[in-house]
């Protein structure tokens, strides 16, 4: 999972796109990027590992147009090269070509391979190759458009992206549209982000005029904000949201697919409450993304939620670091005072690895809680992903080939529940048949081998 973000039209869209990258900073965490096309036609680049307010410096420069990213990888191995942070790009003669994207091209080892005669590879990462697929078929076709067209049907994937050349800035959004990407067109600016809640916050906007570039939709925007509208020359049979983002990785105040998160979070919440059956003094909701939840958890048991585990701030998201920079860390701090003799429900959004759960039943029943019921607000994850989240292999996941009871057993908890995945469906609101579930359920929306996938993707921890 990554953010992207442009900017077209403004006298400072390179200020603008670092703004929008902060706004999206949960997406990744690693390393962050923003390049941009002067006035007069000369292109910069900046890119630099850590938060957007440390990576990227405030950008003075007047910018037509510029477009950002903010990493967390998924492919290859994580190297802490420069080179593998967005956007990247191939300069080509007076031209260049900038690529930022989101999402995982589960078919790019092949596709390299067939690059291989004519580049040469910098990096092990799949951005690499698309950006390689995309230059090449641009440069046999001699039109943007075709050629973007013609690379990204050879793509299988997810993907959410945005290239930028000196003239012209193009959009794009996979035909199953498993990742978001949002518009917003003010006055003589267009702004594109992962999410729309980059959009409003910044631009203090309305949800109302905000737009999500349609699955397999490709946009064109010229310097002078000419915009063309064409598609994916592959039609598939299904659209495959991303089920994660409602679950856990969109902020709160995005819309996706039409969908607020936040509303979509609450149900899953309220579902994931009904026929309680044991005794619960008080909810107590996982920080932050579990927090939606355990509001429509304790709305409907009708029990009292206490805030009492205490998020440390600066710490980042965990479950987006990078394997090899995850460790026993403490993420919370505890108001014990307000557990002790407690029967509690521990709200959280997914249960991923189990190992921060287990450890945290532990440290609530040693501060004095009597009971711990954990509360997952979406079904078992037993199943890895290869479209664009880094739970990539079958073992790394607790629920994977156990049942509720073995899961429980190994977080030590008193009871455990998950929601359904037809509550989940549910909570979400959007046909069945239009989101991505395959991380639950096993049935990927594109033809892959799971075990050929997995030792393709497995990063050495
Ligand atoms: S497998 Fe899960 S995380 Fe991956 S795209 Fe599908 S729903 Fe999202």
């Known amino acids: 999972m990554c953010g992207i973000a442009a900017c077209v039209g403004a006298d400072y869209s390179a200020h603008i796109v670092k703004h929008l990258l902060i706004q999206i900073q949960h997406r990744g965490q690693e390393g962050a990027g923003l390049a ?17 307010v440390n990576a990227i410096p405030d950008v003075q420069e ?7 990213h903010v990493r967390y990888s998924t492919t290859g191995t994580y190297t802490r090269k420069i080179e593998e942070l967005h956007p990247m790009y191939i300069e080509d003669g007076e031209n260049v070509l900038f690529l930022a994207f989101n999402g995982t091209i589960a078919n790019y080892k092949q596709l390299r391979k067939e690059l291989e005669q004519y580049y040469t590879f910098v990096t092990d990462t799949d951005t690499e190759v698309l950006l390689k697929l995309i230059h090449r078929e641009i440069k046999l076709r001699k039109d943007i458009i075709e050629g973007v067209r013609q690379a990204l049907t050879k793509v299988q994937g997810s993907y959410s992206l945005v290239l930028m050349t000196k003239n012209v800035l193009v959009l794009a959004r996979d035909p199953y549209g498993f990742k978001p990407l949002s518009i917003l067109k003010k006055d003589n600016i267009l702004l594109a982000c992962s999410e729309s809640c980059a959009l409003t916050t910044l631009m203090a906007e309305t949800t109302d005029n905000i737009m999500e570039v349609e699955p397999g939709q490709i946009i064109l925007c010229t310097k002078d904000l000419e915009i063309f509208y064409n598609n994916v020359d592959r039609e598939p049979e299904r659209r495959a949201f991303c089920a994660f983002e409602y679950v856990y990785f969109a902020r709160p105040d995005t819309i996706f697919n039409g969908v607020v ?4 979070r609450r149900r899953m919440g309220e579902l994931l409450g009904e026929d309680e059956n044991e005794t619960i003094d008080i909810v107590v909701p996982i920080p ?17 939620i206490e805030d009492i585990l205490v998020k440390v701030r600066y710490l980042g998201r965990s479950f987006i670091m990078p394997k090899e920079l995850r460790s026993q860390i403490a993420r919370f701090g505890i108001v014990s005072t307000r557990l002790r003799g407690k029967s509690i429900a521990l709200v959280d959004d997914s249960l991923v690895r189990g190992t921060t759960m287990r450890n945290l039943v532990n440290t609530l029943r040693r501060l004095g809680a009597c009971k711990i019921h954990v509360r997952i607000a979406s079904p078992p994850i037993r199943y890895p992903c290869f479209m664009g989240i880094d739970f990539p292999t079958r073992q790394e996941l607790v629920a994977h080939g156990r049942d509720v009871e073995e899961v429980r057993k190994i977080i030590e908890a008193d009871t455990l529940r998950y929601l359904s995945v037809e509550n989940l469906v549910k909570a979400i609101g959007l046909p069945e048949k239009d989101l991505c579930l395959a991380c639950f359920t096993g049935q990927y929306p594109i ?7 997995e030792r ?6």
């Open 456 to 461: 393709e993707f497995y990063r050495e921890g």
């Open 36 to 52: 941009w096309i002067t006035p007069q036609g000369q292109h910069r680049l900046i890119r630099n590992f850590g938060y957007v």
């Open 288 to 304: 932050e993304t579990g927090r939606v939840a355990a509001y429509g958890y304790a709305y409907r048991t009708g029990k009292p």
């Open 447 to 453: 033809p892959l081998d799971v075990s050929e996938k």
């Open 261 to 264: 998160i936040y509303d979509a």
């Open 62 to 68: 007047q910018a037509p147009m510029a477009i950002g």
